[in-house]
């Protein structure tokens, strides 16, 4: 059974920069087996976040919870480290051994895993991002395209086996075959395991077809929880926020706050149908 991770009135400041509160007050739980997008725009604290988040920081004040109990001592902050697993925004922070299957294997090997356990979660973990390491495995990870180098990043997280993974800006610089790709192996990664996604993003569009939940954050603070249904068609101002909808958002709600039902506002023809309908509508008048 996966472990819940929660976030009880975190706040942080990082020390000596004067910058204020990087967090205050965040009240967050992830549930196990969903997928949770904390949106919001840059300075929002969305990175602060995913690391109070997978243990790298300590909350200033507040605590992360790990299977309901507090991580706070050595131990638990290191089973913490053993569960959950943060994608960086950029892979170049995550890149370091000098080939592609030795960045894979450094996470599960430094769990203890070695010989046909350890080469069956590296295959694992590449077949799921889309990696050939007959192709890659023996070239240096900073030779490849930066989408080649996040699918690296991805693998070495993914082949630790996390119960919570932790996504931060995960579509910065893909195109739409890389996004479609990263969104393939997140599906894959789920329907093997029962893990706990959260992805802090910008933009919505990448996140849109995985997503169960959508924290929104602004300068610091969780602003509100909500469903797709309810973003659709709540008022919180995205623009003010920061956050990207994707264009067919945009419209869909639209439609939806002329009072036009939807099924699926990401659904090009569904949204074809609302439109026409909306016309009826309008011509009826």
């Excluded at 004067?18 to 205050?24: F, I, P, V």
């Excluded at 904390?38 to 243990?55: E, I, M, W, Y």
């Excluded at 960045?103 to 077949?127: H, K, M, W, Y």
């Excluded at 797709?228 to 067919?248: C, H, N, Y």
Aim: glycine fraction near 10%.
């Amino acid at each position: 059974m996966v472990s819940r991770l929660s976030l009880e009135n975190v706040s942080y400041s990082y020390p000596l920069q004067g910058t204020g509160m990087a967090l205050r007050g965040i009240s967050l739980d992830a549930r196990p087996g969903e997928v949770l997008c904390v949106a919001g725009s840059n300075g929002s604290g969305k990175s602060t976040l995913a690391q109070v988040c997978a243990g790298l920081l300590a909350p200033t004040s507040g605590s992360v919870l790990y299977d309901g109990k507090p991580v706070g001592s050595r131990v638990r902050l290191r089973k913490l480290h053993r569960k959950v697993g943060l994608l960086f925004q950029s892979p170049e922070d995550q890149l370091f051994a000098d080939t592609v299957r030795k960045d894979i294997e450094f996470g599960p090997r430094n769990q203890g895993l070695r010989g046909d356990e350890l080469a069956g979660r590296v295959d694992e973990a590449s077949t799921l991002v889309g990696l050939s390491l007959e192709e890659t495995g023996g070239r240096s990870p900073f030779s490849l395209s930066e989408g080649e180098k996040r699918r690296v990043a991805l693998a070495g997280v993914l082949a630790m086996s996390p119960e919570v993974l932790v996504l931060d800006e995960p579509f910065i610089g893909l195109d739409r075959d890389g996004r479609e790709h990263l969104i393939g192996a997140l599906s894959s990664y789920l329907n093997r395991k029962l893990a706990t996604v959260i992805v802090v993003t910008h933009d919505l569009s990448g996140t849109w077809p995985l997503a169960d939940r959508f924290a929104l954050l602004s300068e610091g603070r969780l602003l509100v929880i909500e469903s797709k249904a309810d973003l659709m068609s709540g008022e919180a101002d995205m623009l003010a926020l920061g956050v990207q909808l994707p264009q067919w958002g945009v419209l869909a709600r639209e439609l939806l706050h002329a009072g036009i039902a939807l099924e699926d506002p990401s659904d090009p023809s569904c949204l074809a149908k609302a439109l026409a309908r909306r016309r009826e509508v309008e011509d009826g008048r």
